[in-house]
């Protein structure tokens, strides 16, 4: 017959790999002491390349637009896209009559290119007023800075008056802030009829 101490020398010799050790000390003899094991690491950081959420980077837009999520009639595009390894979002959507497109970096927010298109583009142009009526290229270059919301610009690259569809148009192209901006302005009203931001 196997003595007390035979048995629990076997089971000890079983559960060592298990981190279980007996504690032979002059009080406790027979005890067993269990050991924790090592605690599990520290879990990691979120990935710096997260990419923000497709609800945000539609927020992103319609601020930048200066419009509010009521505003959108429809929504045609919103999708994850890359380009030379950077991911972007690229959204299309109408709203006050307008058609915005935009790029905006998956992962940091930030507005990469951004286009508005007037939604009635391809309809016939009232007629115009005289050539007396129509804005200066300072004029039109001051409104497009204007709507930019930058200082003066650092270069003017372009300022034409051109016609399209029987209406004029200030093509205005200048950088202003390390960015390039082009616009399109109605030479008699002053609309801003497109404009486009690129880096």
């Known amino acids: 017959m196997l003595s007390p101490t035979s048995i629990l020398a076997g089971v000890l010799a079983l559960l060592a790999p298990l981190g279980v050790s007996a504690d032979q000390g002059p009080d406790t003899p027979d005890a067993v002491t269990v050991q924790a094991a090592a605690p599990a690491a520290a879990a990691e950081s979120a990935d710096a390349s997260e990419t923000i959420s497709k609800e945000r980077s539609l927020e992103i837009a319609h601020e930048h637009a200066g419009i509010t999520a009521d505003q959108v009639t429809h929504l045609d595009d919103h999708e994850l896209d890359s380009d030379d390894g950077r991911q972007i979002w690229e959204i299309e959507f109408h709203a006050d009559g307008y058609e915005h497109e935009f790029d905006i970096d998956a992962r940091t927010g930030e507005v990469l290119d951004y286009e ?84």
């Open 116 to 199: 508005r298109d007037r939604e009635d583009d391809d309809a016939p142009a009232p007629a115009q007023p005289g050539p007396n009526d129509r804005l200066s290229g300072e004029q039109a270059l001051q409104i497009a800075v204007d709507h930019a919301g930058v200082g003066a610009p650092s270069h003017v690259d372009d300022l034409e008056l051109d016609s399209d569809d029987g209406r004029q148009i200030w093509e205005i192209e200048f950088h202003a802030g390390g960015l390039e901006y082009e616009y399109d302005v109605d030479a008699h009203s002053g609309d801003i009829l497109e404009f486009e931001i690129d880096d």
